[in-house]
């Protein structure tokens, strides 16, 4: 039974929470945050204080740094030599800290996230400016608390002579917290703690008269002033930081783009492989290399450019996608009074100077006390040696040293310590000349001992003393600033010129939505046969573009996909291309109308949509200019069951011809349709009847003179000349072009407008088809039914009709409407 006592029977969502909540607390406390008063974290504040304690200082020849680890571990910090190492390291890395506090003989790393060389190889010392943290810390500044195994005691804070939180930041995450504070310049934060005393309630935009912001030991530029103000009123904010580069004229007219500052805490050697993969990859054009040529004389990145090479364009693409240019996030949190805080600008100089008041408060206390013990001293040796032969022959007398202080304290009324200053007198110290000194060094302790009641009287004096402090220390350890500060933030643009190489290629897209970019040279090779297409499909249209032209593709469900060339995979004339589902989402009964290439979104455009139901649509194009590729937009509202047709670009002023399946055609100008919105249904475009329906909407230049050609389920193909028609007006019935029969009438499954080169294909049923050249045919009236091409009986009814592709030139918008 007394056995089962020893164990407790607890839930265990008790235990762990309170077991992670003390270990969150000391992780929060006592490991990854610093202190808003001398901005350490404790191993960092161990491996000071052990170093000072080692007199391990600048004035003195480095050591081993191993010796310094063993001694921070065996006495205060009881953790792995590895964390204690590389703390001390960082301290030492002038491109991590502001104002490196340990100097280091021997590798300690790079900006290339190289290791440093293990502890027995590197020797190391304080710092200069590490002395100023420390200094006076004997003098009971600060308040220590023993050790982890109670032999020996350690400081809780430093008496930090110098903001060492803003001046070297710190980052650092613990449980449930994280801080990111940036390192600013000693000399602007050293004017801002004394704007603060001068005037407490100074707010951020007058305290960034002062201190500018921050100040990276890599330099850089920042952008963002507003980041900076905002970081530093709620201890939140973010900035852009970018590497200084700049665009340099080689000969042969090439131009080099020079890299000699890269962002805080960037990894050099990773930037520099990065680019060069952009390089590799070809996602950027016009870079021939990237070299890294940093030495010691300095950070040095060159990348060469093309000749011609758009090198402002290539910059910008670095500043986006590289780490040339990064976002950098202020979060202020220091350990304030014993809790985690997100700290504010004004908060932090406030916690400074509340801490150096009581710093200056207790060294004065030390040195008032110890002056006032000295005084006393002298004023019992001035009073001993005006006695002197009489206090010499009362010691004689005195069987020890004990004896003889209590009859010097009895005799002449001596206290103990002026007692035991006496007999603990050195001969020599006996000569008359003495009492001279004596006398001035106790006017000197009286007048120290005045001064320092004063000051510790008055706290204008005190903060007088801080301000002198601080300045003797700016004027001692100030230096330039290293990064560069501009107001606002530069919106980059990307050019397309610059991520793609410019190059002729073809484009052919099929009906059942097989896409392919074909290099000139594959066609060639192929002398333009052999095309790769599924039983059944057939070619829709077959372009020579640029790579950094654009296409729009339209469904006949009113979508749209905007599809950039570069981004077409490039497949080989005699291979199927990928299918359109592989590139976009699309639905299942969906199927291509048309594909337009645009390589400019003008104004003068406009993109006419027909629909089955009989309306018709015209917008502007360049509202069809999309930022987002991954999926299909609306190119037209639908309503029910319609269906687009036909899709055409037009400059505004063109003819239209509208037929239904019943044979009516109307003709009217595209005057008659006003422009709408993208995601609009539009008007009317014919009246029709019950079970009729548009087949075809075309386009054509009012100065030509087209053929109609029109298609029939029959297999029979009429050819009409544009004046058989008069031109109407929009939503109109119009005439009828076939001569209706009352046994199985003809009814148009096509109608197109063609020229003399033209061919016309036709698709039946029973998968067989028939090419024709329509202006072979002789042109009728409106009164006659066409001649027949194709014997239903034999092939099939006819289901399709289509142009044959003919092979479109780099394109001209003209080129696209005339077809």
């Known amino acids: 039974m007394a056995e089962a006592e020893k164990y407790l029977d607890l839930p265990l969502e008790e235990v762990l929470g309170d077991r992670f909540g003390r270990y969150s607390k000391y992780i929060i406390q006592e490991r990854a945050l610093p202190d808003a008063r001398d901005g350490l974290k404790p191993v960092q504040r161990r491996i000071l204080y052990a170093m000072h304690q080692e007199k391990n200082t600048y004035d003195k020849a480095y050591r081993k740094s191993a010796k310094t680890v063993g001694t921070v571990i065996g006495n205060y910090h009881p953790h792995g030599d590895t964390s204690v190492y590389d703390a001390m390291v960082r301290l030492s890395q002038t491109w991590k800290v502001r104002k490196p506090l340990v100097e280091m003989h021997g590798n300690n790393g790079s900006v290339d996230g ?15 400016i590490s002395s100023e943290l420390l200094r006076d810390i004997e003098k009971e500044t600060v308040e ?66 002062k201190l500018k912001g921050p100040d990276f030991p890599t330099g850089g530029i920042i952008q963002g002033v507003a980041g900076i103000q905002k970081a530093y009123e709620t201890g939140k904010g973010k900035i852009v930081l970018r590497g200084r580069a700049e665009i340099q004229q080689q000969r042969g007219g090439r131009e080099q783009i020079v890299i000699d500052e890269i962002p805080y805490e960037v990894n050099k050697a990773s930037m520099v492989k990065r680019m060069d993969e952009l390089r590799l990859d070809r996602k950027v054009e016009g870079i021939t290399e990237v070299r890294d040529e940093t030495d010691r004389t300095g950070l040095r990145v060159v990348v060469e450019l093309k000749k011609d090479a758009n090198s402002e364009g290539v910059l910008n693409y670095l500043y986006k996608h590289t780490d040339l240019q990064i976002s950098y996030n202020f979060n202020m949190v220091a350990i304030h009074e014993r809790t985690p805080k997100l700290m504010s600008l004004p908060m932090m100089l406030d916690s400074y100077i509340k801490h150096q008041k009581e710093v200056v408060t207790r060294q004065s206390l030390y040195d008032l006390n110890k002056a006032k013990k000295r005084a006393h001293i002298v004023e019992g040796l001035i009073k001993a040696i005006s006695i002197l ?52 060094e106790a006017a000197e302790l009286q007048e120290r001992i005045d001064y320092l009641e004063h000051l510790l009287a008055h706290e204008g004096e005190l903060l007088k003393v801080i301000k002198s402090d601080l300045r003797s220390m700016k004027k001692q350890y100030n230096d330039q600033r290293l990064t560069q500060i501009e107001d606002e ?71 749209y996909l905007f599809l950039p060339v570069h981004k077409l995979p490039d497949i ?49 194009l360049k509202l069809y200019q999309a930022t987002r590729h991954s999926k299909a937009l609306v190119a037209i509202n639908l309503k029910g069951d319609d269906e687009v ?20 055609g109307l003709w009217y100008t595209e005057e008659e349709v006003n422009a709408v919105g993208q995601r609009a249904a539009g008007v009317k475009a014919i009246t029709l009847k019950e079970d009729e329906e548009v087949v075809s909407g075309q386009v054509f230049d009012p100065n030509s003179d087209p053929s109609i050609v029109l298609a029939t389920q029959r297999g029979a193909v009429k050819r009409m000349r ?48 028939k090419t024709l050249r329509p202006m072979d045919l002789k042109a009728n009236d409106r009164y006659s039914n066409g001649s027949f091409v194709i014997d239903t009986d034999e092939q099939g009814i006819v289901e399709e009709a289509w142009e044959k592709p003919t092979y479109q030139k780099p394109f001209a918008m003209e080129d696209h409407e005339e077809s």
């Open 114 to 128: 190289d290791p440093p060389a293990a502890m027995r190889y590197t020797e190391a010392r304080l710092s200069a």
């Open 144 to 209: 220590f608390i023993p050790n982890f195994d109670d032999t020996i005691n350690e400081p809780t804070v430093l008496p930090a002579k110098f903001p060492n939180l803003l001046v070297n930041g710190s980052t650092g995450i613990s449980a449930g917290y994280a801080t990111e504070i940036p390192p600013h310049n000693i000399g602007e934060v050293i004017d801002a703690v004394i704007m603060r005393i001068d005037k407490p309630e100074a707010g951020v935009p007058e305290l960034m008269k």
């Open 389 to 440: 032969d009489e206090v010499i022959a009362t010691i004689r007398s005195s069987s020890d040293k004990q004896d003889a202080k209590q009859r010097l304290m009895a005799k002449y009324e001596f206290s103990d310590e002026q007692a035991e200053a006496i007999v603990t007198l050195q001969l020599y110290r006996l000569t008359n000349t003495d009492i001279t000194a004596l006398q001035s």
């Open 489 to 559: 933030v530069e919106e980059l643009k990307v050019d397309l010129e610059v991520t793609v190489a410019s190059e002729d290629v073809l484009v052919s897209v099929t009906k059942d939505g097989y896409i392919k970019r074909t290099s000139l040279r594959s066609y060639a090779a192929s002398n333009g046969e052999d095309f790769a297409i599924k039983d059944g499909d057939h070619l829709l249209r077959l372009m020579e573009v640029n790579t950094t032209d654009n296409l729009l593709v339209f469904t006949n469900l009113g979508k």
């Open 572 to 620: 080989r004339w005699k291979d199927l291309g990928q299918y359109i589902a592989n590139i976009v989402q699309v639905e299942k009964e969906e199927f291509i109308i048309d594909a337009i290439p645009v390589r400019e979104f003008t104004e003068d455009r406009y993109l006419l949509f027909f629909t089955k139901n009989g309306m018709v649509k015209k917008s502007e």
């Open 645 to 664: 047709v036909d899709v055409h670009v037009t400059d505004g002023h063109s003819n239209i011809f509208i037929a239904s399946n019943r044979a009516y």
């Open 722 to 769: 544009l004046k058989e028609f008069d031109v109407t007006s929009r939503a109109k019935r119009g005439v009828l072009m076939l001569r209706e029969l009352k046994k199985n009438p003809h009814r148009l499954i096509d109608v197109h407008l063609v020229g003399r080169e033209d061919e016309l294909i036709l698709k039946t049923n029973r998968q067989e088809t």
